[in-house]
Every structure is written in structure tokens, then in C-alpha cells.
């Protein structure tokens, strides 16, 4: 795999208090950003839990590159909601999983001919979709420990 072929990003959490941890977005300039694994009463956490954050990257991505295709066909999308249940379950070894992601994408459509190229994009978009993907296929993750 050449240079060209590989792109890389750096993201890290430090501990802030219990489990709830500060995100590190590399170069962005983002300020209150948290993952909260403590709270379960949405109105108490401080960010999103790892779950509900696999289900936002997963729409997020979806969600561009659908209309990444469909700005590739000339149609500006100006209104979309997107949304998703993020499946949790026990394994067969009792451990909590994300099993399944249900997602619901809803352009709005002005025209005849903009519905008939989202039902072109929808045959393939999701193939551009680098989360979506690669969660399909399985992610390989290395997990090293420095002391």
C-alpha cells in the first residue's frame, strides 16, 4: 500500500473523573467534548458513550456520503435526517456487544428526478462509507500498553 493509499488520524482521552474521559481530536479546535460510560440518565451525562458514538459515526458517514453521490449527480440535499438504533445484547460469553446498527435515512426530495437519482445513489453509496464498511468487515485494533 503506497502513501497515497493510506491516511492516517490521531484521537485520545484523558481521564477527567470515574469513567467519564475529555476527547483529543488531534488538530481540531474542538473545546467540551466527553465520553461519559458512567451516567445512564441522559440528562446527567457529560457526552455520549462509545455506543452511541459508533451509531453517530456510522449515520454521519452514511449520511455524507449519500449526499457526496447525490452532489455527483448535480442535486444539492438541503434537508436530511438521519437516525439509528444501536442494538446492544449480551455475546454467548455474557459480554455486552453493539450487535446491530438500524439506521433510517430521510433526504427530502424536491423533485421526480431527485428521487429518481437518490434511488441511483442508494444502490451504492454505502460502499463509500468508511465506518460502515469497515464495520462490516471487522476493524483490526492493536491494544498496547505503555507503563
Known amino acids: 500500500m503506497s502513501e497515497i493509499d493510506k491516511i492516517s488520524t490521531h484521537v485520545g482521552i484523558s481521564l477527567e473523573k470515574e469513567m467519564i474521559f475529555k476527547c483529543e481530536l488531534g488538530e481540531m479546535n474542538i473545546k467540551d467534548c466527553y465520553i461519559d460510560e458512567v451516567h445512564e440518565n441522559e440528562a446527567e451525562m457529560w457526552g455520549p458513550n462509545p455506543s452511541r458514538m459508533l451509531g453517530m459515526a456510522t449515520i454521519g458517514c452514511l449520511s455524507a456520503s449519500f449526499i457526496f453521490c447525490m452532489k455527483k449527480?448535480?442535486?444539492?440535499?438541503?434537508?436530511?435526517?438521519?437516525?439509528?438504533?444501536?442494538?446492544i445484547e449480551r455475546n454467548e460469553k455474557g459480554y455486552w456487544r453493539v450487535k446491530k446498527i438500524d439506521v433510517n435515512i430521510k433526504p427530502k426530495l424536491d423533485s421526480p428526478e431527485m428521487k429518481k437519482r437518490a434511488e441511483q445513489c442508494r444502490k451504492f453509496f454505502e460502499d463509500y462509507c468508511v465506518v460502515t464498511q469497515a464495520i462490516r468487515e471487522g476493524i483490526e485494533v492493536d491494544v498496547k500498553f505503555e507503563y
Open 73 to 87: 449527480k448535480n442535486f444539492n440535499i438541503e434537508n436530511l435526517e438521519t437516525n439509528a438504533e444501536v442494538i
